[in-house]
Protein backbone atom coordinates (compact mmCIF):
# COMPACT_ATOMS: atom_id res chain seq x y z
CA UNK A 1 0.00 0.00 0.00
CA UNK A 2 1.20 3.80 -1.11
CA UNK A 3 1.03 6.37 1.96
CA UNK A 4 2.10 9.94 2.18
CA UNK A 5 2.95 11.69 5.50
CA UNK A 6 3.10 15.26 6.14
CA UNK A 7 4.29 15.25 9.69
CA UNK A 8 3.78 19.10 10.34
CA UNK A 9 0.05 20.41 9.87
CA UNK A 10 0.82 24.12 10.40
CA UNK A 11 4.11 25.67 9.92
CA UNK A 12 4.89 29.53 10.47
CA UNK A 13 7.82 31.49 9.23
CA UNK A 14 9.10 34.70 8.99
CA UNK A 15 9.97 36.46 5.47
CA UNK A 16 13.37 35.73 4.60
CA UNK A 17 13.57 33.04 6.50
CA UNK A 18 14.49 29.60 5.33
CA UNK A 19 11.81 26.84 5.55
CA UNK A 20 11.42 22.76 4.59
CA UNK A 21 8.43 20.89 4.56
CA UNK A 22 8.33 17.87 5.56
CA UNK A 23 6.60 14.86 3.20
CA UNK A 24 7.77 11.20 4.05
CA UNK A 25 6.48 8.23 1.95
CA UNK A 26 6.34 4.34 1.20
CA UNK A 27 5.56 2.32 -1.19
CA UNK A 28 7.31 -0.49 -2.61
CA UNK A 29 8.35 0.61 -6.53
CA UNK A 30 9.38 3.64 -7.74
CA UNK A 31 6.94 5.95 -7.40
CA UNK A 32 6.66 9.88 -8.99
CA UNK A 33 6.53 12.34 -6.02
CA UNK A 34 5.07 15.72 -6.55
CA UNK A 35 4.21 18.99 -4.56
CA UNK A 36 0.88 20.61 -4.89
CA UNK A 37 -0.03 24.05 -3.55
CA UNK A 38 -3.36 25.80 -2.57
CA UNK A 39 -3.54 29.02 -2.64
CA UNK A 40 -6.27 31.00 -1.27
CA UNK A 41 -9.64 30.06 -3.02
CA UNK A 42 -7.82 29.22 -5.39
CA UNK A 43 -7.18 25.75 -7.29
CA UNK A 44 -5.20 23.31 -6.40
CA UNK A 45 -1.70 23.19 -9.06
CA UNK A 46 1.51 21.50 -9.52
CA UNK A 47 4.53 23.39 -7.53
CA UNK A 48 7.21 21.04 -8.64
CA UNK A 49 7.89 16.91 -9.19
CA UNK A 50 10.57 14.85 -8.92
CA UNK A 51 11.60 14.00 -12.37
CA UNK A 52 11.51 17.03 -13.62
CA UNK A 53 14.22 17.98 -11.29
CA UNK A 54 13.41 21.95 -11.21
CA UNK A 55 12.89 24.78 -9.24
CA UNK A 56 9.71 26.65 -9.14
CA UNK A 57 9.18 29.76 -7.28
CA UNK A 58 12.49 29.08 -5.46
CA UNK A 59 11.14 25.63 -4.41
CA UNK A 60 13.17 22.61 -4.52
CA UNK A 61 12.79 18.73 -3.55
CA UNK A 62 14.95 15.90 -3.87
CA UNK A 63 13.91 12.44 -3.23
CA UNK A 64 15.76 10.72 -1.01
CA UNK A 65 14.86 6.91 -1.58
CA UNK A 66 16.84 5.87 1.58
CA UNK A 67 14.94 7.91 3.90
CA UNK A 68 11.82 7.99 1.56
CA UNK A 69 11.68 11.28 1.61
CA UNK A 70 10.75 14.28 -0.58
CA UNK A 71 11.36 17.37 1.94
CA UNK A 72 10.18 20.76 0.17
CA UNK A 73 12.79 23.44 0.66
CA UNK A 74 13.05 27.37 -0.12
CA UNK A 75 15.79 28.98 1.28
CA UNK A 76 14.10 32.95 1.74
CA UNK A 77 10.49 32.47 2.41
CA UNK A 78 7.87 34.97 0.35
CA UNK A 79 4.47 36.47 2.09
CA UNK A 80 3.19 34.99 -0.91
CA UNK A 81 3.80 31.54 -0.05
CA UNK A 82 1.58 31.49 2.01
CA UNK A 83 -0.71 28.47 1.45
CA UNK A 84 -1.94 24.95 1.66
CA UNK A 85 0.90 21.93 0.49
CA UNK A 86 0.25 18.74 -0.38
CA UNK A 87 2.72 16.03 -0.74
CA UNK A 88 1.66 13.19 -3.22
CA UNK A 89 2.37 10.24 -4.48
CA UNK A 90 1.54 8.45 -7.99
CA UNK A 91 2.53 4.59 -8.36
CA UNK A 92 3.77 3.64 -11.22
CA UNK A 93 1.99 0.56 -11.85
CA UNK A 94 -0.48 -2.24 -10.66
CA UNK A 95 -3.57 -1.30 -8.48
CA UNK A 96 -1.62 1.75 -7.66
CA UNK A 97 -1.30 3.15 -11.18
CA UNK A 98 -2.18 6.74 -12.30
CA UNK A 99 -3.95 7.89 -9.39
CA UNK A 100 -2.72 10.12 -6.25
CA UNK A 101 -2.34 9.24 -2.89
CA UNK A 102 -1.96 12.87 -0.88
CA UNK A 103 -0.44 13.61 2.56
CA UNK A 104 -2.61 15.29 5.16
CA UNK A 105 -1.18 18.99 4.03
CA UNK A 106 0.68 21.62 5.81
CA UNK A 107 -0.94 25.41 6.10
CA UNK A 108 2.30 27.11 5.70
CA UNK A 109 2.28 30.84 7.06
CA UNK A 110 5.11 33.59 6.07
CA UNK A 111 4.82 36.34 8.63
CA UNK A 112 6.26 39.66 7.48
CA UNK B 1 -11.64 23.86 -21.95
CA UNK B 2 -7.93 25.02 -20.58
CA UNK B 3 -9.47 24.51 -16.78
CA UNK B 4 -10.91 21.51 -15.36
CA UNK B 5 -14.76 23.10 -14.66
CA UNK B 6 -16.64 21.57 -11.98
CA UNK B 7 -20.10 22.46 -11.22
CA UNK B 8 -21.85 23.43 -8.98
CA UNK B 9 -19.41 25.34 -6.48
CA UNK B 10 -21.71 24.46 -3.50
CA UNK B 11 -24.23 21.94 -2.99
CA UNK B 12 -26.67 21.60 -0.18
CA UNK B 13 -29.02 18.42 0.50
CA UNK B 14 -30.79 16.85 2.89
CA UNK B 15 -29.93 13.71 4.03
CA UNK B 16 -31.64 10.78 1.82
CA UNK B 17 -31.70 13.21 -1.16
CA UNK B 18 -29.83 12.40 -4.13
CA UNK B 19 -26.88 14.92 -5.29
CA UNK B 20 -25.10 15.01 -8.85
CA UNK B 21 -21.74 16.73 -9.30
CA UNK B 22 -19.92 17.19 -13.16
CA UNK B 23 -16.93 17.88 -13.73
CA UNK B 24 -15.77 18.71 -17.63
CA UNK B 25 -12.08 17.79 -17.85
CA UNK B 26 -9.91 19.64 -20.02
CA UNK B 27 -10.15 18.91 -23.72
CA UNK B 28 -7.80 15.91 -24.97
CA UNK B 29 -7.19 15.09 -21.39
CA UNK B 30 -7.98 10.83 -21.76
CA UNK B 31 -8.21 10.64 -18.03
CA UNK B 32 -10.53 11.78 -15.19
CA UNK B 33 -10.18 11.35 -11.34
CA UNK B 34 -12.28 12.03 -8.62
CA UNK B 35 -11.39 12.39 -4.76
CA UNK B 36 -12.96 13.05 -1.70
CA UNK B 37 -11.37 15.88 0.57
CA UNK B 38 -13.67 15.38 3.86
CA UNK B 39 -12.72 18.55 6.54
CA UNK B 40 -9.65 19.57 4.80
CA UNK B 41 -8.13 16.50 5.80
CA UNK B 42 -6.07 14.27 3.26
CA UNK B 43 -7.54 13.41 -0.12
CA UNK B 44 -9.39 10.03 -0.75
CA UNK B 45 -9.49 8.63 -4.31
CA UNK B 46 -12.43 7.51 -5.59
CA UNK B 47 -13.01 6.59 -9.09
CA UNK B 48 -11.10 7.33 -12.58
CA UNK B 49 -12.08 6.89 -16.18
CA UNK B 50 -10.17 6.33 -19.19
CA UNK B 51 -12.56 8.18 -21.88
CA UNK B 52 -16.03 6.51 -20.74
CA UNK B 53 -14.44 3.77 -19.39
CA UNK B 54 -14.01 2.97 -15.81
CA UNK B 55 -10.31 2.58 -14.85
CA UNK B 56 -10.27 1.94 -11.33
CA UNK B 57 -13.29 2.16 -8.88
CA UNK B 58 -11.21 0.56 -5.87
CA UNK B 59 -12.06 3.98 -3.80
CA UNK B 60 -15.34 3.84 -4.62
CA UNK B 61 -18.28 3.20 -1.86
CA UNK B 62 -19.70 0.02 -2.93
CA UNK B 63 -23.23 1.72 -2.24
CA UNK B 64 -24.76 4.92 -3.15
CA UNK B 65 -22.10 6.42 -5.33
CA UNK B 66 -22.00 5.88 -8.81
CA UNK B 67 -20.12 8.06 -11.47
CA UNK B 68 -19.97 8.28 -15.33
CA UNK B 69 -17.88 9.72 -18.34
CA UNK B 70 -19.97 9.77 -21.16
CA UNK B 71 -18.85 11.31 -24.62
CA UNK B 72 -19.65 14.65 -25.15
CA UNK B 73 -20.88 14.93 -21.86
CA UNK B 74 -19.17 16.46 -18.57
CA UNK B 75 -18.65 13.51 -16.42
CA UNK B 76 -20.74 12.71 -13.05
CA UNK B 77 -20.18 11.73 -9.55
CA UNK B 78 -23.75 10.69 -8.39
CA UNK B 79 -24.70 9.95 -5.04
CA UNK B 80 -28.07 8.67 -4.46
CA UNK B 81 -29.47 8.95 -0.63
CA UNK B 82 -26.92 10.96 1.00
CA UNK B 83 -26.00 10.81 4.71
CA UNK B 84 -23.91 13.15 7.12
CA UNK B 85 -20.71 12.00 6.30
CA UNK B 86 -20.82 12.79 2.59
CA UNK B 87 -20.59 16.25 3.55
CA UNK B 88 -16.69 16.64 1.83
CA UNK B 89 -15.30 18.56 -1.08
CA UNK B 90 -15.23 16.51 -3.88
CA UNK B 91 -12.41 17.62 -6.58
CA UNK B 92 -12.46 16.39 -10.08
CA UNK B 93 -8.72 15.87 -12.23
CA UNK B 94 -8.04 15.26 -15.87
CA UNK B 95 -4.78 14.18 -17.26
CA UNK B 96 -3.10 13.54 -20.89
CA UNK B 97 -1.59 10.12 -19.40
CA UNK B 98 -1.11 7.92 -16.12
CA UNK B 99 2.44 8.83 -15.74
CA UNK B 100 5.28 11.44 -16.36
CA UNK B 101 2.19 14.35 -17.00
CA UNK B 102 0.34 16.16 -14.59
CA UNK B 103 -2.96 16.27 -13.03
CA UNK B 104 -4.70 19.26 -13.35
CA UNK B 105 -7.68 19.80 -10.52
CA UNK B 106 -10.58 21.71 -10.71
CA UNK B 107 -11.79 24.54 -8.29
CA UNK B 108 -13.94 21.58 -6.62
CA UNK B 109 -17.83 20.83 -5.16
CA UNK B 110 -18.42 21.20 -1.90
CA UNK B 111 -21.13 19.05 -0.90
CA UNK B 112 -22.98 19.61 2.69
CA UNK B 113 -25.52 17.30 3.85
CA UNK B 114 -27.98 18.46 6.34
Known amino acids: AQRVTQPEKLLSVFKGAPVELKCNYS??????LFWYVQYSRQRLQLLLR??SRESIKGFTADLNKGETSFHLKKPFAQEEDSAMYYC??????????????FGQGTILTVHP | GEEVAQTPKHLVRGEGQKAKLYCAPI?????VFWYQQVLKNEFKFLIS????????ETGMPKERFSAKCLPNSPCSLEIQATKLEDSAVYFC????????????FGQGTRLTVV
Open chain 2, 93 to 104: ASSQGLANTEAF
Open chain 1, 50 to 51: HI
Open chain 1, 88 to 101: ALRGAGGTSYGKLT
Open chain 1, 27 to 32: YSGSPE
Open chain 2, 27 to 31: KGHSY
Open chain 2, 49 to 56: FQNENVFD
